[in-house]
């Protein structure tokens, strides 16, 4: 949830920030390689290194400390450095001297803007000349309403004893616990000092000990981490905990509460194939480890790629791997996204669209190809969805994105259209030619952030020209600046979905009976098309006696409950509300839940009881799953 919070009035700032600041601009002048969610002046100075010191206080709910800038000054002129903040509470400003003395330099903290936060601009001495870069060290805290921070307090914990507290920073939420240019566009190396209680783990998306989580190894509430590789800002990553940790592999393991670290283990035991498979088609895996944290389920989305340790949702212990493309999804942001990365978050497709790629061709070498394409089929569906909703100035892959809130506007078109897209290259290049491509795309731009129009320059000289006669950039374009799907695009099909479909219709026809129904037979995958696949018209008892035949109202798989009481809100199927009140409990996952309570407001009689269960249930969710469902009952 967005809040206010009271800041500084600023007497002066530049004018170039003044103008910046809740303004959109006119369509003539949108600079595609211009982020227009940062207040930063990254064109005069740039960040090389981040230093945290920092204190978790579960008591005030608050992160204190400090964190000392490493910055290069780009414009010789350039005397006012600007970063972003969202509702910091600033204690001071200081230079930091070659021979360790430290100057305080006066600041300001800007208006507030409801999406961005408030500027930070600080001035530097008239005399300031410094030669290559130079330091600032900034001493604060986070406010209480960190958009970035979830406190959970013990009974909210698997464990039930202790607190957790986890950050999540993209799309622009790092600014919200460290003051830094928040940008995709800036990439930095880091290392911090986590202070926290003696009894509880901290680990990063940096170096993390394994030896540390072990049990029976010695806490002493402080961690030291180093992340050598620089990376952008929304890949910072924190989180403390009752947590312990299992080897999966050589290079690969999963932390998480000892009440769920078993179940995890086994749930993601193919981890080290994935990476082992990953590596072998798009090049060398260049972060050392790569672990898996498992957070509680108010965790808002299935998995977020924090380098060397990917946070993941607990609604992925199915207790039967069907779930684990998420973890395949990940793991392949350690090529599309951490290692490539978007310039701008109007880029966003070149991370999710190539990671879901990916996340395809790992899920075939691993489980399949009937599976993975199911699993396509399923993403092509998802995207015909989103083309009904998504307005069709936000359907092009690279959009004009300069205001509004980048957390929203495309839902998870970008993911789906942008792997179409691939996919499509793919079968008219041929795999062999568009694997070398890809790899190469991967090792050409490695450890940068890179626009839309960086990737359509290269994939015409690498690709298109390469191979002439077989795609043109025109095409290329197509995909990138235009709505909906071009016409000559080939669509994933799945003989087994096509089966499940079938049986849907002909089930609730009566030419099927229920004991014919081959639900045995089906993957997860199919089950959820067969839900989908169900006409509007059944009756109450059909659906009854479907939940009792396939147990849907108690399916331990999240993505089949999803589907299933979604529908059950769609329809007012009254004898599944108590289970569907329960799984709106459990879950805290955007995906998971956001359907289901947009079904309830918009089926015409249950708006007011989906709102008071959205009131009960909402401390247990995170701030961006709230605002998110909050939009739902703001008055239309």
Known sequence: MRHAWPVRVVLMLPLWLLGACGQERPADSYDPAH???????????????????????????????????????????????????????????????????????AYQLGASDPVKGEPLVINLPDDFAPTGEFRLRINYHTGPNASALMWLPAELTAGGAHPFMFTQSQSIHARSWVPLQDTPGMRVTYEAIIHTPPQLLAVMSADNDPLAGVPGAERNGDYHFSMPQPIPSYLLALAVGN???????????????????????????????????????????RWGRY?????????????????????????????????????????????????????????????????????????????????????????????????ATVPGEMQALAPVLSHGDPDG????????????????????????????????????????????????????????????????????????????????????????????????????????????????????????????????DLSTGQLTGLDELLGLSQSRNAEIARTWFTQVAARRHLPAYEAMRAYLGRYGRTRLIEPVYAALAANGQDLEWARNTFNELRDTYHPLTVAKIEHLFAPK
């Not at 009440?259 to 283990?265: D, G, H």
């Not at 790992?362 to 396509?376: F, I, N």
């Not at 993911?415 to 790899?439: I, M």
Request: charged share 20%; net charge negative.
């Open 35 to 105: 982020d227009y969610f940062s207040f930063a002046n990254t064109r005069e100075f740039t960040t090389r290194h981040l230093k945290l010191d920092l204190e978790v206080d579960f008591a005030a709910s608050e992160l204190r400390g400090s964190v000392v800038l490493h910055l290069h000054r780009i414009a010789p002129a350039a005397r006012t450095v600007v970063l972003d903040s969202r509702g910091l509470v600033i204690g001071s400003v200081q230079l930091l001297q070659p021979g360790g003395d430290a100057l305080e330099l």
């Open 409 to 536: 506007g495309q839902g998870t078109l970008h993911y789906s259209k942008g792997e179409l897209f691939l996919e499509n290259l793919e079968a008219l290049f041929g795999r062999e030619v568009f694997d070398a491509y890809l790899a190469g795309y991967f090792e050409h731009f490695a450890m940068q952030s890179i626009s839309s129009e960086q990737f359509l320059d290269y994939i015409d000289a690498r690709l298109l020209q390469q191979h002439p006669g077989i795609y043109t950039r025109k095409q290329v374009e197509e995909w990138l600046y235009q709505p909906g799907i071009p016409t000559s695009a080939l669509v994933p099909t799945s003989p087994s979905l096509d089966s499940a479909a079938a049986a849907a219709r002909n089930w609730s026809s009566g030419e099927l009976p229920s004991s014919a129904l081959p639900f045995h037979d089906w993957s997860p995958q199919a089950t959820v098309y067969f839900i989908k696949a169900l006409p509007p």
């Open 291 to 387: 672990d898996l944290l498992i957070l509680p389920p108010s965790f808002p989305f299935g998995g977020m790629e924090n380098p060397r340790l990917s946070f993941i949702t607990p609604s992925l212990l199915a207790g039967d791997r069907s779930l684990v493309s998420v973890i395949a999804h990940e793991l392949a942001h350690s090529w599309s996204g951490n290692l490539v990365s978007n310039k701008t978050w109007r880029d966003i497709w070149l991370n999710e669209g190539t990671t879901s790629y990916v996340e395809a061709r790992l899920m075939e070498v691993l489980y399949g190809k009937e599976r993975s394409d199911e699993e396509r089929l399923l993403s092509y569906q998802d995207l015909q969805e989103s083309l």
């Open 243 to 285: 947590l312990f940790f299992a080897p999966l592999g050589p290079d690969t393991g999963v932390y998480a509460e000892p009440e769920v670290l078993p179940a995890a283990a086994w749930e993601f035991a193919d981890t080290q194939n994935m990476l082992d498979a990953a590596e072998a088609t798009y090049g060398t895996y």
